[in-house]
């Protein structure tokens, strides 16, 4: 088995508890619109980008619902709360950091959220200098479960994906890590992993508390 050089984080609901947020903000956003938004969709929007929700919100929604004045103001109303709100770490993320720095691997974070959300949120939680890289869902193509956002982290971790173990929460996650040749980690948040979530995952776990373990029974 191939050692791990490097760790990849997704953000929202890995790294901070910010899917609950999401949650109520889309739900706020699409109440004023006359829909009402559920714990389901919201399953299917966790991980993708702004324009693959949008297709997702249409696609329950309709064709004719306002989608795009909903994304127009979820985004300020996710934001103002982001500012406002304590929005904690979750359960291990700061001991598993540790861990792998006195381990010597390197650290990427992998977030389908604009910049300004990955930067902010680090930098409240004082970890801005903590990882070798960060890559926004801006910066490619197409978003989970296509691998090119963790295909772009590698490439500036300098490592090959077989190399590097990604952690992810979501079912989207999971499948890009395993559509680019990475193994991952499933630590579930509010998203219900579905089984061939379970099925491509290296490892699930209840939290980052278990991570390091994982990596030290690779590495040997």
Not at 7 to 32: C, K, N
Not at 137 to 157: C, M, R, W, Y
């Amino acid at each position: 088995m191939e050692p791990i050089n490097a760790v990849i984080f997704d953000m929202d609901g890995l790294m901070f508890d910010t899917e609950p947020l999401y949650e109520r903000t889309w739900g706020q956003a699409i109440a004023e619109q006359g829909g009402v938004f559920t714990r389901e969709i919201h399953n299917h929007m966790m991980g993708r980008s702004k324009a693959d929700s949008a297709q997702i919100l249409r696609r329950f929604y309709g064709a004719d619902f306002p989608v795009d004045k909903v994304i127009e103001r979820q985004n300020p109303l996710f934001f103002e709360a982001l500012k406002t709100e304590d929005i904690p770490a979750k359960k291990g993320l700061f001991s598993l950091l540790d861990a792998l720095e006195r381990r010597g691997l390197k650290k990427a974070v992998a977030s389908s959220s604009r910049r300004e959300k990955i930067d902010f949120l680090l930098l409240k939680h004082q970890l801005s200098n903590r990882f070798t890289c960060t890559v926004s869902g801006q910066e490619v193509h197409a978003s989970k479960p296509d691998p090119a956002i963790f295909l772009l982290a590698a490439e500036k971790l300098g490592e090959a994906p077989a190399n590097i173990l990604v952690l992810e929460d979501s079912n989207a996650g999971i499948r890009a890590a395993h559509n680019g040749g990475f193994r991952s980690v499933l630590v579930p948040d509010l998203c219900e992993s579905d089984e061939t979530a379970l099925s491509l995952c290296f490892r699930k776990v209840d939290s980052l508390d278990d991570v390091a373990a994982i990596i030290d029974e690779i590495n040997g």
